[in-house]
């Protein structure tokens, strides 16, 4: 087998960029068609902007320490959540679990040697960079960033002096990235998953990226489409959205958040693979509840679709499509129960071994669990009237991504490090870390449900006395939430040079991936293994297959 890998391994050398062997290892890295490459790229770049969206948010709260102009103006301030959200949610949370772990562990999973279209994958990260090159250009120019928040609302958009026209080509760009890998997802799932492997014999990882490939795929074409006409909007003045045109401020509203309430999903569903295979694995013991976790991901991504309109209740809409989008949101919280069932199941009476990505699991499960009943509440009319644009959305919006999905990719970082390095991260600084950003995003978030709830509007510069205790608690969690995130980055890099070395399955995983050498080679697997059995399968806390390529006689080519 030693023989085999090497020979697949030099055959893969002298193919694994676009033009051949480089002897550059620059070169070798920026060209490069290996798709656990591609993965780290992606994980470089989102890191370093991750920090710079951290960087603005401790400038934020220190502003918001106390009433009055501290730091920022009250222009510089919008500019400054504006940074901070675009940076969070189109660089680092919406493509970050699939772009490096869907890239990374994915084809690994499926017995694949690579995605379906390298150099189609390669242009993703190209198109992901020159993205964030232009938004990062756009901060730094002329007018400066963006004033508008995330969501881009006109006619402020269209009206602002600052630099919109290069954000909104920016996101167009990160969202070609976006279609594009999900395109290579799907047809990858299709059409390379390992002999005998059905649809119902793939890791719940697979299933969240493959759910996840299908809203990239059908629903970031709207925003695209969205971004190019508020470009129209504003070069050509057509007045799509200007109501001085004649255009309809709330129409852009509606096509935004076609794609972007589905994008929440689209953020979430990888989030939950993750805590499905570390689950599964820490608790010794097959996931209760495959086929329903399964499904439960294809449901989230197809209701995700219909529920956009509960973002406008105040906005303006019949009394018939507020029932029906109120009704669709309550409904889509079933199949994520589903999931926290089935989670909390497997976990019952199994084995339970607590390393890092597990306790950082166990504890998502906690946050999460906040960040969706909070939702749940939105969900109901006259609530959401009474609570839109205050901090209570803010809340639950940051339990939601920081407390589930960025907690989720931070674990699965922990979980799959040593298969991608081939060392291991130092287990008390991990500890310390996650205990402390646990801690963190509960002073950082729960005061702001009550301010919220007493009328404390976001976005805003300056606030009423009355709400100075809850933002100087706010302001305690967002020093221990930046000071742990940025601990475990640093665990992380340390550990990747000088970390000890572990074996190819430190966690006793079930997984294809922990059958390969860490980190895996290039061309991954010596032969194509055969899959005859179900994923999770253990035996006395082991795992019961430990040889993928016995079966010979029925592999394929």
Known sequence: MGHHVDETASFYKATHTVFGHHESKFLQWIFTVDHKRIGILYGI?????????????????????????????PAGFNQAFSLHGIIMIFLFIVPGIPAIFGNIIMPLMIGAKDVSFPRLNLLTWWLFLAGASIALYSALSGTGFADTGWTFYAPYSIKTDTNVVLILFAAFLLGMA??????????TIHRLRA???????????????????????????????????????????????????GGDPILLQHLFWIYSHPAVYLMILPAFGVISEIV??????????????????????????????????????????????SFLTFFVAIPTGIKFYDWIATMYKGSIVMEAPM???VLTIITFAIGGITGVTLAAIGFDNQVHDTYYVVAHFHYVMLGGVVFMLFAGMFYWFPKV????????????????????????WMPM?????????????????????????AGIGAVLVIGSLLMMLWNFIRSAKNGEECGENPWNGTTLEWHLPSPPPLGNFAKTPYVDFRPYEFEKGEPKVKDVYQDTKKETK
């Open 45 to 73: 770049v989102m890191m370093i902007f991750f920090v710079v969206a951290l960087g603005t948010a401790g400038l934020m709260r220190y502003e918001l320490m106390a009433p009055g102009a501290d730091f920022f103006t």
């Open 178 to 187: 976006s279609i594009f890998t999900g395109l290579n997802f799907v047809v």
């Open 195 to 245: 002999p005998g492997m059905g649809f119902f014999k793939m890791p719940l990882f697979v299933w969240g990226i493959y759910s996840t490939a299908w809203i990239q795929v059908l629903a970031t074409p709207v925003v695209g489409i969205t971004l190019l006409l508020a470009i129209f909007e504003r070069v050509f003045g057509i007045g799509i959205f200007d109501p001085t045109k």
């Open 280 to 325: 599964t694995t820490f608790s010794r013991r097959e996931v209760f509840g495959y086929h329903a976790i399964a499904l439960s991901s294809a449901s989230i991504a197809g209701i995700g679709y219909l529920v956009w309109g509960h973002h406008l209740f105040s906005s303006g809409m019949s009394e018939t499509a507020k029932i029906i989008f």
């Open 359 to 361: 306790l950082l699991t």
């Open 421 to 444: 390095t081939g060392k291991m991260y130092n287990k008390l600084s991990a500890n310390i870390s996650i205990w402390a950003v646990f801690i963190g995003i509960n002073f950082l």
């Open 449 to 473: 449900f009550f301010a919220g709830y007493l009328g404390m509007p976001r976005r805003y510069f300056d606030y009423l006395p009355e709400f100075q205790i809850y933002h100087q608690i």
